[in-house]
């Protein structure tokens, strides 16, 4: 690495002013025996979340994907190598307009792969994606020095190769990195960088070394492309995944919801392609058109109908969506696991409503169960829950025993 820093050093020390340059002659590399193709490639696990490192050589391929951010594996560069056009360059093809989408991002400027303008032309870039894309980050690999060059230039995105179209980002008046990360959002098939050389030095020369344009892959959105919708035949909105038609089979409502995660009460429930709603209505505990949504203001259970302040817990509980259990236990002469069951007895283990009351309004005595009302004709008991005919049966069962007996 030493060695490299080295030859490095040397490249910049020897590398002439623009100022110098003869107009449309390739610049001989005689500083140095290293050619281009020996600059070292650097391979970075991950992601390329940061910038090229000032000691490494050469461009940097990222083994997580395309692009050098984030989000590069649900993103796709569209500018690699389309046509890329500019009012004037120097050198010949050393330094075209095409090196600025050419895939390499080695922003040495002799290192073959970097665009630079004629000086004194109020330089212009263009490149044509070949057809419109929706798009929004830009990165642009700069030269790694005369930062300034790039300050105050212009991006616009285009459909008409006439003009300019729409201004989508202009760079600070200070540029401090070589590597500028841009959100260019819009649809367009050209993008456009000028130089009108109105920053303080008047220097309107551009040095481009890639540019990298990307649009999210079909079926991702989102500010990182790491959202998924899933429309049926075409793409989402960027920034919202509403999806503009149908959804694909399985898939439902205008953000294209998965059927599988409704809440119906039973799993062979149509799904409507709108809604989602359940024919088969939701299960306990759960709401909405597609019966996504928990129970809610004090409700629980079927068809949110049971109210979570006439339940008769030990204390205060959280009341659950779909049991309203109470937490801390029933008051006395409450059971179940929602405490709204009556009951008597030891342990309170009868429940009141088994009973047999002359009325279903009917008090439950605590201990023994007795329905003040009397008992539903055929039954008896202190608490209505023997059956006065079967008792009536037996014994003139046994009386007929007996006198058989006799
Ligand atoms: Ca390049």
């Known amino acids: 690495m030493a060695r490299r820093l080295e030859l490095y050093t040397l490249k910049h020390s020897f590398m002439p002013p623009d100022a110098s340059f003869p107009n449309h002659k390739v610049p001989a590399l005689q500083e140095s025996s290293e050619t281009p193709a020996a600059i070292p490639v650097t391979v970075k696990e991950g992601p390329c979340v940061t910038p090229p490192q000032e000691n490494v050589l050469g461009p940097v391929h990222c083994s997580g994907g395309m692009g050098r951010n984030a989000f590069a594996k649900e993103a796709k560069n569209v500018a690699f190598n389309k046509t890329a056009t500019s009012t004037s360059w120097s050198y010949g093809v050393s330094w075209s307009p095409d090196k600025a989408v050419d895939g390499n991002r080695n922003q040495y400027m002799h290192g073959g ?19 419109q894309y929706r798009i929004r980050h830009v990165t642009v690999y700069h030269r790694d020095i005369h930062l300034n060059r790039i300050a105050n230039c212009t991006v616009h995105l285009s459909n008409d190769n006439t003009t300019d179209g729409t201004l989508c980002y202009t760079f600070p008046v200070t540029v401090n990195n070589s590597v500028i990360d841009l959100v260019c959002d819009g649809r367009g098939r050209y993008l ?21 344009i990307y649009e999210c892959s079909l079926g991702t959105y989102g500010e990182f492309c790491d959202k998924f919708c899933h429309c049926h035949s075409s793409s989402c909105e960027q920034n919202t995944g509403m999806c503009p038609g149908d959804c694909r089979p399985g898939w439902q409502g205008d953000r294209c919801k998965p059927c599988a995660g409704r809440k119906c009460a039973y799993t062979n429930s149509s799904c409507d392609r709108y809604n989602g709603s359940c024919d088969t209505g939701c299960l306990e505990g759960w709401t909405g058109d597609d019966c996504t949504l928990e129970c809610r203001n004090g409700t629980y259970g079927d068809a949110c109908a049971d109210q979570c302040q006439e339940r008769n817990c030990k204390g205060t509980s959280p009341c659950h969506h779909v049991t309203g259990k109470c937490e801390p236990g029933c008051e006395a002469g409450w059971t179940g696991e929602d405490c709204t069951r009556e009951c008597y007895g030891v342990d309170c283990k009868k429940p009141c409503a088994e009973r047999k009351c002359a009325y279903t309004n009917s008090s439950c005595d605590r201990y023994n169960g007795s329905c003040d009302t009397g008992c539903l004709e055929g039954w008896t008991g202190d608490d209505c829950t023997q059956e006065t005919a079967r008792e009536t049966m037996a014994t003139h069962q046994r009386h007929i025993s007996v006198d058989t007996v006799r």
């Open 113 to 131: 792969s970097c665009f630079h303008s004629d000086i004194n032309y109020k330089a212009m870039w263009k490149v044509d994606l070949g057809r």
């Open 192 to 212: 456009t960088i000028r130089n009108q050389g109105i920053a303080a030095d008047h220097d309107d020369t551009l040095n481009i070394c890639e540019v990298e």
